[in-house]
Nanobody
Framework: QVQLVESGGGLVQAGGSLRLSCAASGRTFSIPAMGWFRQGPGKEREFVAFINWSGASTYYTDSVKGRFTISRDNAKNAVYLQMNKLKPEDTAVYYC??????????????????WGRGTQVTVSS
């Protein structure tokens, strides 16, 4: 099994930055695919970003392209989400996700078997 724990959320003003971290433990060698999802108030959970094992393949939802950057440190069993130029509409609970399948690209919830509990990000206007 794999356990995922997110951190780094908080309250920030519009235009500011936050860096989310996700620490993985357990069978970490079995999670080549990692991603971030978010669920805003009154909304369904949505895909944000994906990264493969090597980091050579990344993918973002259109609304965060150019503002968010996903990265990973396999030696530390961690994945990160650098969020810049934050907007009020980025307010959400952000979830880390991982899977044992070696995707080149994944963005659907059912493509990820492991999930963290989430970290709250609130962007004030």
């Amino acid at each position: 099994q794999v356990q995922l724990v997110e951190s780094g959320g908080g309250l920030v003003q519009a235009g500011g930055s936050l860096r989310l971290s996700c620490a993985a433990s357990g069978r970490t060698f079995s999670i080549p695919a990692m991603g971030w999802f978010r669920q805003g108030p009154g909304k369904e959970r949505e895909f944000v970003a994906f990264i493969n094992w090597s980091g050579a393949s990344t993918y973002y939802t259109d609304s965060v392209k150019g503002r968010f950057t996903i990265s990973r440190d396999n030696a530390k069993n961690a994945v990160y989400l650098q969020m810049n130029k934050l907007k009020p509409e980025d307010t959400a609970v952000y979830y880390c996700a991982a899977d044992s399948r070696n995707y080149v690209l994944a963005y659907r919830e059912n493509e990820f078997d492991y999930w963290g509990r989430g970290t709250q990000v609130t962007v004030s206007s």
